[in-house]
Antibody, heavy 128, light 107 residues
Framework: QVQLVQSGAEVKKPGASVKVSCKAS????????IHWLRQAPGQGLEWMGW????????DYAQKFQGRVTLTWDTSTATADMDLSSLRSDDTAVYFC?????????????????????WGQGTTVTVSS | DIQMTQSPSSVSASVGDRVTITCRAS??????LAWYQETPGKAPKLLIY???TLQSGVPSRFSGGGSGTEFTLSISSLQPEDFATYYC?????????FGPGTKVDVK
């Protein structure tokens, strides 16, 4: 079945970087964008950006520009999220999610229909 | 960024009740709205997209409506597995933004 499986929990010190991996299975990895989101303790969901595993194209929320890097490896069907210069308020559960595009014709609009498959989440704790 | 609000922030209900949640956008988003259900320790689940289209496999007791700036999610007859937190998300403009959530708990 279609699933996204994320890497395990991380504990990092302020100023460090963290990499979270997301391995896809059950579908053609390069056919769907992958989104990254996070949820701080007791808070709502926050969209961070997406990557197109076909072209390598990315789009990041302005809030994370310069601190987040999304990469992919088609050979392993894995998408990675690197977040640098960690602060205590980066403590959150990080999710990858498969895009559910709106495709009315030959063109598709990523994200227009939301995200239909989610990873299980990875807890990142930033603490000195 | 488009701001999303939800009301109520929480609602207490019983099995069999009808529950309606409202989501408002700070500017018009046509029908570019999705609804998710989240239960503790699990990832969000897509329920509805394009404001009113039920995702495959989602029970028909869930329905969505609205357009522009005001939207609703209704559960016609609450089931035990529906006690959860519900989020709306605008998919019109980047960055995609979510409402703060509505928790449906047991009365």
């Amino acid at each position: 079945q279609v699933q996204l499986v994320q890497s395990g929990a991380e504990v990092k010190k302020p100023g460090a970087s963290v990499k979270v991996s997301c391995k896809a299975s059950g579908y053609t990895f390069s056919d769907y964008y992958i989104h990254w989101l996070r949820q701080a303790p007791g808070q709502g969901l926050e969209w961070m950006g997406w990557i197109n595993p076909n072209s390598g194209g990315t789009d990041y929320a302005q809030k994370f520009q310069g601190r987040v890097t999304l990469t992919w490896d088609t050979s392993t069907a894995t998408a990675d999220m690197d977040l640098s210069s960690l602060r205590s308020d980066d403590t959150a559960v990080y999710f990858c999610a498969r895009d559910f595009p709106y495709c009315p014709s030959l063109s598709c609009y990523p994200g227009a229909n939301g995200m239909d498959v989610w990873g299980q989440g990875t807890t990142v704790t930033v603490s000195s | 960024d488009i701001q999303m609000t939800q009301s109520p922030s929480s609602v207490s209900a019983s099995v069999g009740d009808r529950v309606t949640i409202t989501c408002r956008a700070s500017q018009g988003i046509s029908s570019w709205l999705a609804w998710y259900q989240e239960t503790p320790g699990k990832a969000p689940k897509l329920l509805i997209y394009s404001a009113s289209t039920l995702q495959s496999g989602v029970p028909s007791r869930f329905s969505g409506g609205g357009s522009g700036t005001e939207f609703t999610l209704s559960i016609s007859s609450l089931q035990p597995e529906d006690f959860a937190t519900y989020y709306c998300q605008q998919t019109s403009n980047y960055p995609f933004t979510f409402g703060p959530g509505t928790k449906v708990d047991v009365k």
